[in-house]
Nanobody, 115 residues
Framework: QMQLVESGGGLVQAGGSLRLSCAAS????????MDWYRQAPGKQRELVAT???????DYGDSVKGRFTISRDNAKNTVYLQMNSLKPEDTAVYYC?????????WGQGTQVTVSS
């Protein structure tokens, strides 16, 4: 069983920054591909960023150049550094991974960007 716990959300003004963290409960974390998703009210959940076990990264078009995903395998933690935040980044942000074709999600952390 894998548990993912996000933290670091909050209220920030447009142009500001936040860093989200996602702590994983299992020691096999280092071999896992990890994602950050977000879901705004009335919208579908969308993929924000992905990091492979080897550290390769990929980003959604709307966040490229502003967000950075990283991981610390010693701490079983994945991060999302969010810079130059915009009101349209307002959403609940979720950490995600897949193990054996089973999806695991965190509880989500709210990010609100005021204009």
């Amino acid at each position: 069983q894998m548990q993912l716990v996000e933290s670091g959300g909050g209220l920030v003004q447009a142009g500001g920054s936040l860093r989200l963290s996602c702590a994983a409960s299992r020691g096999t974390f280092s071999g896992l591909l990890m994602d950050w998703y977000r879901q705004a009210p009335g919208k579908q959940r969308e993929l924000v960023a992905t990091i492979t076990s080897g550290g390769s990264t990929d980003y959604g078009d709307s966040v490229k150049g502003r967000f950075t995903i990283s991981r610390d395998n010693a701490k079983n933690t994945v991060y999302l550094q969010m810079n130059s935040l915009k009101p349209e980044d307002t959403a609940v942000y979720y950490c995600h991974t897949n193990i054996g074709w089973r999806d695991f999600w965190g509880q989500g952390t709210q990010v609100t960007v005021s204009s």
